[in-house]
């Protein structure tokens, strides 16, 4: 089971690192920062890209439905 605080510090990292890779279009800064943390904790490194990676999935199946949904309501439209 991964230490509490350990999670939560990778989880508030995340948070943070999408903010900023939102701002700047950097959309690779997670895997900097996941070496800058690698080299100093591997658990915290690991700990940091599942939080990220799941949020990142997080946001691409938003995508997919919100597009699937907007999709089938074009055509739904197209066919009244």
């Not at 943070?16 to 800064?29: M, Y």
């Not at 900097?32 to 990142?56: C, H, N, P, W, Y």
Request: with cysteine; net charge negative.
């Amino acid at each position: 089971m991964a230490d509490p605080v350990i999670t939560e510090m990778a989880n508030k990292l995340a948070e943070e690192c999408l903010a900023v890779q939102s701002e700047t279009g950097e959309d690779r800064l997670f895997m900097k920062l996941g070496d800058v943390l690698g080299a100093s904790s591997q658990t915290l490194e690991e700990a940091f890209l599942t939080a990220i990676r799941t949020r990142m999935a997080n946001d691409q199946g938003r995508r997919f439905l919100a597009q699937t949904l907007a999709n089938h309501r074009a055509q739904a439209g197209a066919n009244d």
